[in-house]
């Protein structure tokens, strides 16, 4: 079956200007994540999307990133005017709710957006 | 706020030898921890969950084990190979929605 698709793979930028990155997570897992591999910060949370409840956006570094997702589906990452530091592996996640162990179950990764911003 | 750290940060094995992975973090307040292998230029792949309830998980030649009182979880990977070579990452879920804190990593090289 598919995993979870990110696009694109890769994408260079100039400073200031805006950027989407879109990830497809496994179909049927309610569950989706954010997470940005840095050289300097290792990888670190996002956000987190589940159902219908209110996204956790603690983990976004600024107000120039933002993240929605459609239809309980696909999901779109944007950073608004990109800085250098941006520069990264964006990686989005998925896990699947488990009714009948009443958890969540392991996040399953895509392939990783790599940001350059020149 | 949850702290996690890997040991050693790299390691070389010839073929065949077993292998232990280290990881700890600061607050044993866990839900789970997941370990995940990344191959360079690649996303993540899982390959053991831990629930807190629990002291280990195998895999094949891998067994994870979790001591939440200490703070500490192994991986243990038998009969090295090459194709082992990658990054191991461990990454504690600190909520139900398990949100992940990863390790820093284990660079693994197996030689022939």
């Known amino acids: 079956g598919a995993g979870v698709s990110q696009s694109p793979s890769n994408k260079v930028t100039e400073k200031g200007k805006d950027v989407e990155l879109r990830c497809d997570p496994i179909?049927?897992?309610?569950?989706l994540y954010w997470y940005r591999q840095s050289l300097g910060q290792g990888l670190e949370f996002l956000i987190y999307?589940?159902?219908?409840?209110?996204?956790?956006k603690s983990g976004l570094p600024s107000d120039r990133f933002s993240a929605e997702r459609t239809g309980g589906s696909v999901s779109t990452l944007t950073i608004q005017r990109t800085q250098q530091e941006d520069s990264a592996v964006y990686l989005c996640?998925?896990?699947?709710?488990?009714?009948?162990?009443?958890?969540?179950?392991?996040?399953?990764f895509g392939p990783g957006t790599r940001l350059t911003v020149l | 706020k949850q702290e996690v750290t890997q040991i050693p940060a790299a390691l070389s094995v010839p073929e065949g030898e077993n292998l232990v992975l280290n990881c700890s973090f600061t607050d044993s307040a866990i839900y789970n921890l997941q370990w995940f292998r990344q191959d360079p230029g690649k996303g993540l792949t899982s390959l053991l969950l831990i629930q807190s309830s629990q002291r280990e998980q195998t895999s094949g030649r891998l067994n994870a084990s979790l001591d939440k009182s200490s703070g500490r979880s192994t991986l243990y990977i038998a009969a090295s190979q090459p194709g082992d070579s990658a990054t191991y990452l461990c990454a504690v879920g600190t909520t139900g929605f398990q949100k992940l804190v990863f390790g820093t990593g284990t660079r693994l090289l197996v030689s022939p």
């Open positions: 999307f589940q159902g219908n409840s209110a996204p956790d």
């Open positions: 996640a998925s896990s699947l709710w488990l009714p009948g162990q009443g958890r969540l179950s392991e996040q399953f």
């Open positions: 179909s049927g897992h309610t569950a």
